[in-house]
């Protein structure tokens, strides 16, 4: 009689090393637009992306086919590692455009909203994801963020011309939402079940190519060789897309996802920091506002359940 599978071990409640790690994470999440916006001039945002997505694509498929081989894809992920890849492509196509018209600031705010477009496609593919009415007041909080960020008539003196901005925050509104169709489709298709080395293999090999192609038939693909420029190209390369990912994926594999989500959106916080502290950008009252209100809505979609088992204890 064969000896039944160990069962899976539960996810743990946050601790002081989940927590420290998160801090790390969402500091290195935050300055990463600061780092593609330092150098622009010398390296264009899509180059930039493109170059650390080939990176890491180059160690992650050392990895895979050190622990599979050639049966990595022929385990039914290819075709849903494809679309991934693409939705992933798209998203960081739209971040890379976006920070040409608007500030990083701007850009760690809008690119954050990802969790409310996946929190409205789990909801209608996937009955246990179905969302709870304080969920749903989130939701309705995030878009009226959204609506004041967008349509506030103040503009900070000094900066792009408001249709450009405009431009460009909404660029970075449709990258969050690939952002969160990227999750929906991980969960929806055999990469659910995948390692997550071949999960993110799949989003930056596909990246990589569509970046780079896209950057070479853009003439964006020069690349002045600085030493902030190959520094900053080092830090995302190593830090930001191989290493920072990774280490998310690992700590989604030993604490409870929704913990680790709710300290996630600190990420925005930092970037809007980086971006007034670093790159000088002024902030304006509508946008602030909008912020906050995205932000708040983020937390109360992704932290419902932690929030109603706090008040449960409270009770």
């Not at 935050?30 to 390296?43: E, M």
């Not at 180059?47 to 622990?67: E, P, Y």
């Not at 901005?165 to 509104?173: E, R, T």
């Amino acid at each position: 009689m064969s000896a039944l599978p160990a069962p899976r071990p539960l996810r743990q409640p946050l601790d002081a090393l989940a927590t420290g790690a998160m801090l790390l994470l969402c500091v290195c999440w935050g300055f990463q637009q600061i780092a593609i916006k330092l150098v622009a001039d010398d390296v264009a945002p899509i180059m930039q992306i493109g170059l650390r997505s080939a990176f890491a694509a180059l160690v992650l498929a050392a990895v895979v086919w050190r622990r599979e081989g050639a049966q990595a894809v022929r385990d039914g992920t290819a075709l849903p590692g494809l679309v991934v890849g693409l939705l992933f492509a798209g998203e960081f196509l739209f971040v890379a455009q976006g920070l040409v018209y608007t500030t990083a600031s701007h850009m760690s705010v809008f690119l954050y909203t990802a969790p409310i477009f996946a929190a409205l496609g789990l909801h209608w593919l996937l009955p246990e994801e179905r969302m709870k009415p304080l969920q749903w007041l989130g939701v309705a909080i995030a878009f009226c963020g959204i609506a004041i960020a967008f349509l506030g008539k103040g503009r900070p003196e000094g900066q792009a011309g408001a249709p450009d901005m405009l431009l460009g925050d909404a660029m970075g509104l449709l990258a969050g939402l690939l952002w969160g169709a990227t999750t929906v489709a991980i969960r929806k298709t055999s990469l659910s079940e995948a390692a997550p080395a071949k999960t993110l293999l799949y989003q930056m090999a596909v990246a990589a190519v569509a970046l780079l192609a896209y950057a070479a038939a853009t003439g964006s693909d020069g690349f002045r060789y600085t030493p902030q420029a190959l520094a900053s190209v080092a830090f995302q390369c190593v830090v930001v897309a191989l290493s920072s990912y990774l280490a998310w994926f690992w700590l989604l594999r030993r604490y409870l996802a929704s913990r680790l989500s709710v300290l996630s959106f600190m990420t925005p916080l930092f970037g809007v920091s980086f971006g007034v502290l670093i790159l000088d950008e002024p902030l304006d009252a509508a946008f602030v506002l909008g912020a906050a209100l995205v932000l708040s809505g983020i937390t109360l979609v992704s932290g419902a359940e932690l929030l109603r088992e706090k008040l449960r204890r409270v009770r």
